[in-house]
């Protein structure tokens, strides 16, 4: 029965990094190479909310590390942003982040978009700093 524990100890510790950083990592690139947008703002959107939710976790440590389940919450709600059956990410990015910056810079920030060379819209802005090929 020691044996069973060991292995879900061990299991338990690689859920984390695989859930929240090797697949997130696969997808991005998986993104970065197919050609609809949809994909693209799912993982964006992700790496959003996973910066966000780090940043927040290093704050609140000291509270949090009361909450004897905080790594299993923590586990559940990114499995929530990454699986692709939910796309948890891109619906608490319309839903809430979008919102705000449309608030703050208005809906014309959104309206100045040009085609990337890989045929996806892109901020003018993002297209500005981007380098072009042959220009490194």
């Known amino acids: ?7 879900l100890t061990h299991l338990h510790a690689l859920a984390g990094p695989v859930v929240m950083l090797l697949y997130p990592l696969y997808a991005s690139v998986v993104a ?10 799912q993982w964006l959107a992700y790496w959003i909310l996973y910066s966000f939710l780090t940043l927040m976790e290093m704050v609140l440590q000291p ?31 319309h839903k809430f982040v979008r919102e705000k910056v449309i608030k703050k810079y208005g809906s ?29």
């Open 108 to 136: 014309a920030y959104f309206q100045y978009k040009s085609e990337s060379p890989n045929g996806k819209p892109k901020n003018k802005l993002v297209d500005f700093i981007t380098l072009k090929k042959g220009e490194h």
């Open 32 to 41: 970065i190479e197919s050609t609809s947008k949809l994909d693209d703002e």
């Open 1 to 7: 029965m020691s044996k069973f524990w060991a292995l």
């Open 63 to 93: 509270i949090l590390q009361w909450i004897p389940i905080w790594y299993e919450v923590k586990l559940a709600m990114v499995a929530w942003l990454v699986l692709p059956q939910f796309r948890g990410a891109a619906f608490i990015y």
